[in-house]
T-cell receptor
Framework: GEDVEQSLFLSVREGDSSVINCTYTDSSSTYLYWYKQEPGAGLQLLTYIFSNMDMKQDQRLTVLLNKKDKHLSLRIADTQTGDSAIYFCAERVGGKLIFGQGTELSVKP | EAGVAQSPRYKIIEKRQSVAFWCNPISGHATLYWYQQILGQGPKLLIQFQNNGVVDDSQLPKDRFSAERLKGVDSTLKIQPAKLEDSAVYLC??????????????FGNGTRLTVT
């Protein structure tokens, strides 16, 4: 079946690293995505990883994929108050995107 | 490049009324999606178009929801009649998806619908 799970909340201090975790169930996923949603806005694509990769780094963002355990994580280095938002993990299955319920990241100064 | 455009941004209607949302995807994007995002949840796919044909509408409540994408560009999503549980943000997205290659989805800012 298709299911994506995320923890609901994460709170960190400014300057620390944040790690947001996600698990998915469909092993036929081709790509896995991370989107950011700020209040009242749509979803902003942050980064994505092809399912045959283990890691992808893009400036302050590092994505790790453990395909055996169907576990995806997003690490944000040097977290800033502007990173406060809801982060959605999504898997691409058969052309459509299946989203998790989102992790609300709160960054305290 | 210009992003995905949606209108209106907000809509308040009474139950049993009808409402329509409009979406203009990124130029050249073949695939268009409508998602429903209920408060506190992740977006859920309602319907997916490839050019002007429907690829997946399995989660669309067809007794009250309809969507079309005439000429393979703009799209409208309609609800008639609306129910209280339709209160949500309706997100439109598009992706390039040429020659079968998966492309990321780019989202508009959404239309927030409140049904009273």
């Amino acid at each position: 079946g298709e299911d994506v799970e995320q923890s609901l909340f994460l709170s960190v201090r400014e300057g620390d690293s944040s790690v947001i975790n996600c698990t998915y169930t469909d092993s036929s996923s081709t790509y896995l995505y991370w989107y950011k949603q700020e209040p009242g806005a749509g979803l902003q694509l942050l980064t994505y990883i092809f399912s045959n990769m283990d890691m992808k780094q893009d400036q302050r963002l590092t994505v790790l994929l453990n395909k055996k355990d169907k576990h995806l994580s997003l690490r944000i280095a040097d977290t800033q108050t502007g990173d406060s938002a809801i982060y959605f993990c999504a898997e691409r299955v058969g052309g459509k995107l299946i989203f998790g319920q989102g992790t609300e990241l709160s960054v305290k100064p | 490049e210009a992003g995905v455009a949606q209108s209106p941004r907000y809509k308040i209607i009474e139950k049993r009324q009808s409402v329509a949302f409009w979406c203009n995807p990124i130029s050249g994007h073949a695939t268009l999606y409508w998602y429903q995002q209920i408060l506190g949840q992740g977006p859920k796919l309602l319907i997916q178009f490839q050019n002007n044909g429907v690829v997946d509408d399995s989660q669309l409540p067809k007794d009250r929801f309809s969507a079309e994408r005439l000429k393979g560009v703009d799209s409208t999503l309609k609800i008639q009649p609306a129910k209280l549980e339709d209160s949500a943000v309706y997100l439109c997205a598009s992706s390039l998806d040429r020659q079968g290659a998966d492309s990321p989805l780019h989202f508009g800012n959404g239309t927030r619908l409140t049904v009273t």
